[in-house]
């Protein structure tokens, strides 16, 4: 038996003993290199995945932009790709990526309809724009779309809808779904101290939002605007910068908890994990439940291109040891959901999957990913329940037509 017959038996007699594992040769371990945010590239996580699949792992965080010029420009710098589906179109069309075999996918048939079919429940809307399901399924001509197929161009995993986060200690609480709107992202009275998300894909939608929630201008199709719209859009934006409304832009989760923390800005675009730090350390931070409705994201995971052998063996291994159950419950302490949900639900406390998952007051303390103390006892999830979250998108991140166009009034805005 050569070594690559040793390497495959070796990984089959572990996966039939119950988990999903690599075994290698006792002297050297497959290294898989792992590029995307601060978002899922944790080192609790990393750890916890060399422990159980036994190869060495390595993660390179980035923001958002940052990450995806690398993935799409250098195929060779990475096995796996963690982002959110607004990478999809650019790392397909770039020749970045390869197809997944859904053969391989261990948990595939847990996965629930709205990663499948776009919809959480028949009352959900399917959003405007990149719903992940349009790009799931890689087609006969080698394009993207939602007709079932033997391949997808990435493994659905972390998803959520986000909003904005704002500080209760200086602005009054607001009612979820009914008074909280992106509108007020341009209100007068946090003037200079509003923030956005530094990402044309994602932040742009946040102002269109805010724009049309103010009654300032109105979209056909906001999730695929036309360059007349994205014109009218960043001239009143750019607008508000140069009168000062604007705090200025961050580029990582880390940046924006600094932002708010340091009450530079009491107001600001928000991903889940930063909002459950800064209640960490006794900060008020609400997560909106906009009535107009969710900008909503979905975790993306790909594989290179470049990735074969022993390391496309690893990378199938990690993609599966994310939705075996501990990964799931890990995230979902941060605010983050899973694609399998109830794989996650027995390595959760009933008082943390009540919380997170049900909406439910939370019975006791429940800490983060960081080990603080997050949720008080009897608080209550800001938007509810799961299902009742992706029943209310608004629009998915989302690359339109218009994509090149809008880097360019994106970097104005930006640099302004």
Known sequence: MNRRQFVKSSAAAVAALGFPSIVKAVNRRPTIRVVGTHVTLQEPLRRRAEQDLGINIEFYPGGSAEVLLKASTDPSSFDLYEQWSNSIKVLWQ???????????????????????????????????????????????????????????????????????????????????????????????????????????????????????????????????????????????????????????????????????????????????????????????????????????????MCLSRESRGERQEAAYAYMNWWLSGWPGAFIAR????????????????????????????????????????SVRPGETRSGGAYIKRFENVAVWNTVMDQYEYTLTKWKEFVLT
């Open 94 to 300: 770039a020749g970045a990526i390869q197809p997944i075999e859904i053969a391989r996918l261990r948990y595939w048939d847990e996965i629930n309809d709205l990663s499948k079919r776009g919809r959480i429940s028949s009352r959900a809307k399917i959003g405007l724009g990149d719903a992940p399901f349009k790009l799931l399924y890689v087609q006969e001509d080698n394009s993207l779309g939602a007709l079932p197929s033997s391949d997808i161009s990435f493994l659905p995993y972390v998803h959520n809808t986000d909003s904005f986060g704002y500080n209760a200690a200086v602005i009054p609480r607001g009612v979820p779904y009914e008074t909280e709107s992106w509108s007020w992202l341009l209100d007068e009275r946090h003037h200079g101290k509003v923030a956005i998300v530094n990402a044309p894909t994602i932040g742009i939608f946040d102002l269109a939002l805010a724009v049309q929630a103010k009654g300032l201008m109105t979209f056909e199709d906001m999730g695929n605007m036309s360059r007349a719209e994205i014109d009218q859009l960043f001239r009143i934006v750019i607008d508000l910068k140069r009168k000062g409304h604007f705090r200025g832009v961050w580029s990582s989760v880390p940046h924006s908890v600094d932002l708010m923390r340091s009450g530079d800005v009491v107001l600001q675009s928000m991903f889940s994990p930063a909002v459950s730090s800064l209640n960490g350390v006794g900060i008020p931070c609400i997560y909106a439940a906009p009535r107009e409705g969710y900008r909503a994201w979905h975790g993306v």
């Open 334 to 373: 941060q605010g983050y959901y899973i694609s399998n949900p109830q794989r996650s639900r027995e390595f959760m406390s009933p008082a943390e999957w009540d919380y997170w998952y049900e909406g439910e007051p939370a019975a006791t303390e429940l800490r983060g990913t960081d080990g603080r103390v």
